[in-house]
């Protein structure tokens, strides 16, 4: 696995690789590296012949008080985990390097960047969105693998492509969970051992609704009662948001639709740490 930290670097060797006629895989993330993320390197090399990975903590996408300074970088494990995946590239470019000095321009999705994480972080998906189009630029991808856990950022990914004429598929991956259903996350090292066993509320609690929609209920307020009621089951869990919205523009849905996706999305604190989860499903 080659590690490369200079933007150009990169820029030229996926031009070297297009050159030859190979597809190439990419994965953008922030490294801490956990099953999730291999499984999108997994995916991004079942559909391409050069896999890119990405690991870059965007401080762009932090507001003032959120976690940057702390956000885990254990490099070298992260650069194991990823060449034992399979990765053949690893791009690890300094913030320095990738916003140079100057640097002025933003990308702005705009109704799919409000509500829900873009009402408690108002800055970040102007982060998200403008970091992952720089990416795509540098590593020219056929195919781009973003997580369905962060599934607003998904839809905004989609959004900007479809609307920049971006050259690249992106492609979903489901959630990767832990043994008791907590969704992986590079954050949940931040829990305490009572949050931590506490948390898997927010799993259970999608659960309940998808046992629901399997018995026929269809009502998105009566479901988003179920979630709510679940949750305050946990004293220690302070949820955020609890909403159905369609999967393709994120918008909130007032009644469900045959033939339609949704995402029934949740947010929750415990303590400090503020988790995502969410439950994909058709009608
Ligand atoms: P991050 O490093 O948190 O920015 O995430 C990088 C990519 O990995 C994003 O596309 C995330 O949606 C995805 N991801 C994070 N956690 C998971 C998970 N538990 N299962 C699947 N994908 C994930």
Same mark, same amino acid.
């Given at each position: 696995?080659?590690?490369?930290?200079?933007?150009?670097?990169?820029? #030229?060797?996926? +031009?070297?690789? %297009? @050159?030859?006629?190979?597809? $190439?895989? &990419?994965? !953008?993330?922030?490294? /801490? =590296?956990?099953?999730?993320?291999?499984?999108?390197?997994?995916?991004?090399?079942?559909?391409?012949?050069?896999?890119?990975?990405?690991?870059?903590?965007?401080?762009?996408?932090?507001?003032?008080?959120?976690?940057?300074?702390?956000?885990?970088?254990?490099?070298? #494990?992260?650069? +194991?985990?990823? %060449? @034992?995946?399979?990765?053949? $590239?690893? &791009?690890? !470019?300094?913030?320095? /390097? =990738?916003?140079?000095?100057?640097?002025?321009?933003?990308?702005?999705?705009?109704?799919?960047?409000?509500?829900?994480?873009?009402?408690?972080?108002?800055?970040?998906?102007?982060?998200?969105?403008?970091?992952?189009?720089?990416?795509?630029?540098?590593?020219?991808?056929?195919?781009?693998?973003?997580?369905?856990?962060?599934?607003?950022?998904?839809?905004?990914?989609?959004?900007?492509? /479809?609307?920049?004429?971006?050259?690249?598929?992106?492609?979903?991956?489901?959630?990767?969970?832990?043994?008791?259903?907590?969704?992986?996350?590079?954050?949940?090292?931040?829990?305490?051992?009572?949050?931590?066993?506490?948390?898997?509320?927010?799993?259970?609690?999608?659960?309940?609704?998808?046992?629901?929609?399997?018995?026929?209920?269809?009502?998105?307020?009566?479901?988003?009662?179920?979630?709510?009621?679940?949750?305050?089951?946990?004293?220690?869990?302070?949820?955020?948001?609890?909403?159905?919205?369609?999967?393709?523009?994120?918008?909130?849905?007032?009644?469900?639709?045959?033939?339609?996706?949704?995402?029934?999305?949740?947010?929750?604190?415990?303590?400090?740490?503020?988790?995502?989860?969410?439950?994909?499903?058709?009608?």
């Amino acid at each position: 696995m080659k590690i490369l930290n200079e933007p150009k670097e990169l820029q #030229r060797l996926a +031009e070297t690789i %297009r @050159l030859q006629e190979k597809r $190439i895989g &990419f994965v !953008p993330t922030m490294g /801490a =590296l956990h099953d999730g993320h291999l499984s999108l390197v997994k995916i991004a090399k079942q559909r391409a012949d050069v896999v890119m990975v990405s690991v870059f903590v965007n401080p762009l996408q932090f507001g003032k008080n959120e976690d940057f300074e702390r956000y885990p970088r254990p490099f070298e #494990r992260d650069v +194991e985990l990823a %060449r @034992l995946a399979g990765a053949d $590239i690893l &791009f690890a !470019p300094s913030a320095a /390097a =990738l916003y140079g000095e100057g640097f002025q321009t933003f990308v702005e999705v705009r109704e799919i960047s409000k509500g829900f994480e873009g009402d408690v972080r108002p800055t970040h998906f102007r982060g998200v969105a403008t970091v992952v189009l720089k990416l795509l630029n540098l590593a020219k991808p056929h195919v781009a693998v973003f997580g369905e856990k962060d599934a607003q950022q998904l839809a905004l990914v989609r959004r900007m492509v /479809a609307d920049l004429n971006l050259d690249v598929e992106i492609v979903g991956a489901p959630i990767v969970r832990e043994p008791d259903g907590l969704a992986m996350s590079s954050r949940n090292v931040y829990l305490s051992a009572e949050e931590r066993r506490e948390a898997t509320i927010l799993y259970r609690a999608l659960q309940e609704a998808k046992r629901a929609l399997e018995s026929g209920e269809r009502n998105p307020d009566a479901l988003k009662r179920l979630v709510v009621a679940t949750i305050s089951s946990v004293p220690i869990a302070t949820l955020d948001y609890a909403e159905i919205v369609c999967a393709e523009d994120f918008s909130p849905t007032p009644a469900l639709q045959s033939g339609k996706t949704y995402f029934l999305i949740l947010a929750a604190r415990f303590g400090k740490t503020r988790l995502l989860d969410n439950l994909r499903f058709s009608l």
